[in-house]
């Protein structure tokens, strides 16, 4: 397999990366500080939101994202900043851990469109009319989409898809969805719960020939290969699919006309599709709406999943606990979209919402962020742990023109624009 910076002179053309003085984006983060994930100089725990200084001053970020591991932004010209632990390569550059966000340099000429992370991987998805897929980090489950379970330290073009031009990329915990132009949808990784849309991963039974150990140590497991390369996800042939959103073992995907169909680990109500189908779900099904609204945008997290529909509705499903549904009081599991009534109740329209591992967050068109759920880490941005049960207001962002948000599993990240006004 080649790696794609080894191609990039022959099969890519070279962009600039000025980024234009008018724009000027700050990012700010939030919570857990372990692995360095926040782009801080310490890992402490941050209670409220703090400036992540060390960029350029002038930056137009497209978007932004944190995991397990680490954390990234986007640029408007399609260069990626990376920090945190680098476990496997997820990261794409040489160090075991970055404090703070550093150029992924192997790919600065080839520019990046949208970027997705996962447990200890990194896909990538190239733009200017190339539409490939690009993938590093972690492989023990095939989620590389390269055919072997070898990890890749830097990034890596997914052979299998050269020749399909791809429009959006999800990722899991270890699993990988891609749509194609012409929508058709492709998995591959784990698939222990269905999160690819195939049957379930086998497991072949291998005798061990290592001496000296007991019998019941004998026998290993080793995965089925059948899904270390791009699978196409059947029963969707009549639907033509136009995004996707990947939760931890689950995936939804939106189709052209504003339906979500999902399939994954539905064991609390996290795809939206009633208690009736409780448990692993391998069949693409349509969520359900309540008024047969259409779906503008959604966001999956752990347990629980956000949806904004064409009417502003903001809907929440999946695990109650701990208030991230946004519910008020009652924290019992929803199987199926639930309103979350406070943003009406309060003639707020809600723009974005970002479902993270037990905490969610919502943007509104007036540039206010909302969060609830656990409070754990500071991950809320109130200054306290406390959890909340309804959405509540952060108020350090009070008088900011917020543009962007983002729930990671125990951190969040908030982009404010601070661009000059134009006199």
Not at 50 to 75: A, E, R
Not at 205 to 213: C, P, Q, Y
């Amino acid at each position: 397999m080649n790696h794609i910076f080894v191609k990039s002179i022959n099969s890519y053309r070279f962009y600039s990366t000025t980024t234009s003085k008018t724009i000027k984006n700050t990012l700010y983060s939030f919570g857990c500080g372990e692995n360095y994930k926040l782009g801080l100089s310490g890992d402490k725990d941050k209670l409220h939101p703090q400036h992540v200084s060390h960029l350029p001053p002038f930056l137009n970020i497209k978007q932004i994202g944190s995991s397990w591991l680490h954390s990234f932004l986007l640029t408007g010209d399609g260069q990626v900043y990376m920090w945190g632990t680098n476990q496997n390569g997820n990261l794409g550059m040489p160090a075991n851990q970055y404090r703070y966000p550093q150029l992924l340099d192997i790919i600065k000429t080839i520019p990046i469109q949208k970027l997705c992370i996962g447990r200890s991987f990194s896909v990538a998805l190239t733009k200017e009319g190339d539409d490939k897929v690009l993938t590093f980090g972690g492989n023990e489950f095939g989620q590389l989409g390269t055919g072997s379970t070898n990890n890749h330290t830097t990034p890596t073009l997914v052979e299998a898809l050269k020749s399909t031009p791809i429009i959006d990329i999800g990722v899991g915990l270890d699993h990988t969805i891609a749509v194609s132009n012409t929508g058709h949808v492709y998995g591959w990784g784990y698939n222990v719960e269905g999160q690819i849309g195939q049957k379930i991963m086998e497991f072949h039974t291998v005798e061990s020939t290592t001496a000296g150990i007991d019998d019941s140590m004998k026998q290993t497991y080793t995965p089925d290969v059948e899904y270390r390369l791009p699978t196409i996800i059947p029963n969707l042939e009549k639907i033509k699919i136009s995004k996707v959103s990947c939760g931890f073992d689950s995936t939804f995907l939106l189709s052209a006309r504003g339906n979500a169909y999902a399939f994954g680990s539905n064991e609390i109500g996290q795809l939206g599709i009633g208690e009736d189908k409780k448990g692993r779900v391998l069949v693409p099904t349509k969520v359900l709406v309540p008024g047969q609204e259409k779906i503008k945008s959604m966001s999956t997290g752990a347990s629980h999943s956000l949806f904004i529909t064409n009417s502003n509705n903001i809907y929440s499903c999946g695990w109650g606990q701990e208030g991230r549904l946004g519910l008020g009081d009652d924290t019992s599991n929803r199987y199926e979209l639930t309103p979350i009534d406070y943003f009406k109740k309060n003639d707020i329209k809600i723009i974005q919402v970002s479902a993270g591992g037990a905490h969610s967050l919502a943007l509104s068109d007036k540039g206010e962020v909302f969060s609830w759920g656990c409070g754990t880490n500071g991950k809320l941005g109130h200054g306290d742990e406390e959890f909340r049960n309804t959405p509540t207001l952060i108020k350090y962002f009070e008088g900011k023109k917020v543009i962007n948000i983002h729930a990671g599993i125990d951190t969040s990240l908030v982009v404010v624009d601070d661009s000059p006004v134009d006199k």
